[in-house]
């Protein structure tokens, strides 16, 4: 069945530091990527997506880049701003009655 | 901007109370998912459905139940509440796509803390 590997956290980073948080997944044919976003006490956002391979999704100085071959979406940032703390899920998915599948998520602190 | 609306967002109770946490959503989705999230932040789906009147257990074994009469309409009930069904719950849902490359995402409802005394 299908499935997402990421990288387990905590992570701490010092403001402006550059941010990488690797995701890689398992699924038959080609299914969607995505990063969702979490902030404490809130329920899951949509950070960026993307639908087939070598599309970059971004936002909010958020990339990930979906690469087949590597079967990977790390998720990147240049300057990382102490309001990026919060809980990151990478997770696929494919149309028809196919579940969404997530990643453990990882927690992401940025001190100042 | 997501529709769909969890309520209540705390609920305190006392152990073998009878809850019923609602969710609803606006779009339209025919799939439905509950998730209970533990204070390791994973996410843990119990239960999942793909339309009215279908539903299924998820891939961790949970006490609660669940209904799906109405397309918008996905509550989940626990008959007897204990302390260790405190945790976070999360709604899900997201639409009936195909073929199965299409994308997908899932939206999220704000999630109801539960604390079982």
């Known amino acids: 069945g299908d499935s997402v590997t990421q990288m387990e956290g905590p992570v701490t980073l010092s403001e402006e530091a550059f941010l990488t948080i690797n995701c890689t997944y398992t699924?038959?044919?080609?299914?969607?990527l995505f990063w969702y976003v979490q902030y404490p006490g809130e329920g899951l956002q949509l950070l960026l997506k993307?639908?087939?391979?070598?599309d970059k999704g971004s936002n909010k100085g958020f990339e990930a880049t979906y690469r087949k071959e590597t079967t990977s979406f790390h998720l990147e940032k240049g300057s990382v701003q102490v309001s990026d703390s919060a809980v990151y899920f990478c997770?696929?998915?494919?149309?028809?009655?196919?579940?969404?599948?997530f990643g453990i998520g990882t927690k992401l602190q940025v001190i100042p | 901007e997501a529709d769909i609306y969890q309520t209540p967002r705390y609920l305190v109770i006392g152990t073998g109370k009878k809850i019923t946490l609602e969710c609803s959503q606006t779009m339209g989705h025919d799939k439905m998912y509950w998730y209970q999230q533990d204070p390791g932040m994973e996410l843990h789906l119990i239960h999942y459905s793909y339309g009215v009147n279908s539903t299924e257990k998820g891939d961790l074994s949970s006490e609660s139940t669940v209904s799906r009469i109405r397309t918008e309409h996905f509550p989940l009930t626990l008959e007897s509440a204990r302390p260790s069904h405190t945790s976070q719950y999360l709604c899900?849902?997201?639409?009936?796509?195909?073929?199965?490359?299409?994308?997908?995402?899932?939206?999220f409802g704000q999630g109801t803390r539960l604390t079982v005394v």
């Open positions: 993307a639908t087939k391979a070598d």
């Open positions: 899900a849902s997201s639409e009936y796509v195909f073929p199965l490359e299409s994308n997908t995402e899932a939206f």
């Open positions: 997770a696929l998915s494919r149309g028809g009655y196919q579940k969404v599948t």
């Open positions: 699924a038959t044919g080609y299914p969607s």
